[in-house]
């Protein structure tokens, strides 16, 4: 589903230029809306990433029977809604409070929040190189958003991988020095985790020192810049490997690998071992 980007909307000279690729949002979309006028029938919005006037029917503002409008929205008040129903000839957007739940409205708040972090790191990296942020829109922030998804998105990849990340976007060097910089020390790289069990067993009567030996070697051996390992005991026989990296894939080979390089270092001294899940 195409996600809007802020980035398509700025200000040139007073002169409010529309970037966006799409003018409405699509069927099922969720956005970010300001509460404009309370009615008894329903409530108006403002759509804020379309500049667009939406509205809530009644029947859309909560799933108990409401009596007032006011005990649910307040006038300002910012919320998530998902689009239920357009007509572009007559420029009307409904949609629905009701069929937004927790974890939907809170995953759309943090995206937002993201788009909006971004955006203010380009605007920051616009004026580092004397330009206006309209310009870094253009030349820097819609190839990137085209390139990666969206804005955020590639400066989290230009924060685990450099400025030669959003070079892949075929933005200029300057424009991709100037993004990373500014945006160094503000974007977290993201990371996942992954885990599973390596039962690890030996009855030669150095067995103990061979097992932790087996370890330390395999970590080593099978050791990598993009992942961090670490092995918990659990108790004899079993061993927990958990992984960290940028991305799944990653995560997976290297645990894969470690417990791999474990295994094969346990065998050739008499023991023996499997990794489990």
């Not at 659990?234 to 390089?261: C, F, H, W």
């Amino acid at each position: 589903m195409y996600r809007p980007s802020l980035l398509r909307r700025c200000v040139w000279d007073d002169v409010k230029m529309v970037l966006r690729k799409k003018d409405y949002p699509e069927i099922g979309e969720y956005v970010i809306a300001t509460a404009v006028k309370l009615m008894e029938h329903g409530v108006y919005v403002s759509i804020d990433e379309y500049e667009k006037n939406g509205y809530i029917p009644i029947g859309e503002v909560a799933s108990t029977w409401v009596k007032n409008i006011k005990d649910f929205v307040k006038e300002g008040q910012k919320l998530v809604l998902k689009v239920i129903r357009i007509d572009e000839k007559k420029g009307h957007i409904d949609c629905s409070l009701r069929k937004v739940t927790e974890r939907e409205k809170k995953e759309k708040l943090i995206q937002y929040k993201k788009l909006k972090k971004a955006e203010k790191l380009l605007e920051s990296a616009s004026k580092a190189l004397g330009k206006s942020y309209a310009e870094g829109v253009k030349v820097a922030g819609i190839p990137l958003e085209d390139h990666f998804g969206d804005l955020y998105a590639a400066l989290e990849s230009a924060s685990s991988r450099g400025p030669k990340a959003l070079l892949e976007a075929g933005i200029p060097e300057d424009w991709a020095s100037a993004i990373y910089e500014a945006s160094k020390g503000h974007i977290e790289t993201p990371v996942v985790s992954v885990a599973g069990v390596i039962k690890l067993t030996s009855n030669s009567p150095r067995g103990v020192e061979e097992i932790k030996d087996s370890i330390m070697k395999g970590i080593k051996e099978s050791a990598s810049k993009e992942a961090k390992v670490t092995i918990t005991y659990l108790g004899s026989p079993n061993y927990r490997i958990e992984v960290t990296a940028k991305d799944y894939r990653a995560a997976e080979d290297q645990m894969k690998k470690t417990a791999e390089a474990i295994l094969a270092r346990l065998e050739k001294a008499g023991g023996k071992g499997e990794f489990t899940r």
